[in-house]
T-cell receptor, first 115, second 114 residues
C-alpha cells in the first residue's frame, strides 16, 4: 500500500509570493497532521485534522498560514506572502485516528526555500 | 506548555559501542512517548513507543527505551551500534489531552564510524 505522499518535493519561491503544499494521506486514515522541520526550531507541530471535527490550529505560527482538508482525504497547506523564515521542510503525517496510541506515518516532506 | 529536551545534539560512536540518548519532557499529565528515526534521505519512521504498562519498551533494530516517570525521562538505548544506525533520532511526547499532536525534541544526530 502507498504511504503518505507530498508534493512538490521541492519548492523555491520569492519572498511575498503565496505557496500551496499538498498532502495525500494513507487511504483510510482519518487523522492528518502538518509539521515543520527547520534549522534551529527542530520539528514543530502546525495543525491537525480529525474526521469532520474542527481542526486543531494551535501550532500555526501566523495568520499567513492556513490549511484545509477536502473530503476527509487530501490536505493543502497554504502560506501567504511568504517570508524567508518560512524556509523549512514541511512534513505531513497521517494516522488511523487521533490519539497518542495511533502511530503517525510521515511523508517525505516538501522543502520550501524562500529567496 | 509541553516541551521535550534532548541533551545530545551530535553523538559520534564507533561500531559495537553502546548508545544512550537522553530525553526529558515537561508535562503535568499522562503522556505517550515516542522515539522516531530519520535515516539519511528517508522519511521519519517510528522506532518505538510507550503508552502504558512495562516502562521498558523494545523497538525495531535492537533499540529499547525506559520510561522513568519520576525523572520525566525516556532515554533510548542500544547495547551495540552498527554503522547502519547512523541517523537523526527524535524523541516526542503526546499529552493525554493533546489529541494526537506530537511535541518533538530538537533531535540527536548519531554518526557511527565503521
Amino acid at each position: 500500500g502507498a504511504g503518505v505522499s507530498q508534493s512538490p518535493s521541492n519548492k523555491v519561491t520569492e519572498k511575498g509570493k503565496d505557496v500551496e503544499l499538498r498532502c495525500d494521506p494513507i487511504s483510510g486514515h482519518t487523522a492528518l497532521y502538518w509539521y515543520r522541520q527547520s534549522l534551529g526550531q527542530g520539528l514543530e507541530f502546525l495543525i491537525y485534522f480529525q474526521g469532520n471535527s474542527a481542526p486543531d490550529k494551535s501550532g500555526l505560527p501566523s495568520d499567513r498560514f492556513s490549511a484545509e482538508r477536502t473530503g476527509g482525504s487530501v490536505s493543502t497547506l497554504t502560506i501567504q506572502r511568504t517570508q524567508q523564515e518560512d524556509s523549512a521542510v514541511y512534513l505531513c503525517a497521517s494516522s488511523l485516528r487521533t490519539g497518542g496510541s495511533y502511530e503517525q506515518y510521515f511523508g517525505p516532506g516538501t522543502r520550501l526555500t524562500v529567496t | 506548555a509541553q516541551s521535550v529536551s534532548q541533551h545530545n545534539h551530535h553523538v559520534i560512536l564507533s561500531e559495537a559501542a553502546s548508545l544512550e540518548l537522553g530525553c526529558n519532557y515537561s508535562y503535568g499529565g499522562t503522556v505517550n512517548l515516542f522515539w522516531y528515526v530519520q535515516y539519511p534521505g528517508q522519511h521519519l519512521q517510528l522506532l518505538l513507543k510507550y503508552f502504558s504498562g512495562d516502562p521498558l519498551v523494545k523497538g525495531i533494530k535492537g533499540f529499547e527505551a525506559e520510561f522513568i516517570k519520576s525523572k520525566f525521562s525516556f532515554n533510548l538505548r542500544k547495547p551495540s551500534v552498527q554503522w547502519s544506525d547512523t541517523a537523526e533520532y527524535f524523541c516526542a511526547v503526546n499529552g493525554d489531552n493533546q489529541g494526537g499532536k506530537l511535541i518533538f525534541g530538537q533531535g540527536t544526530e548519531l554518526s557511527v564510524k565503521p
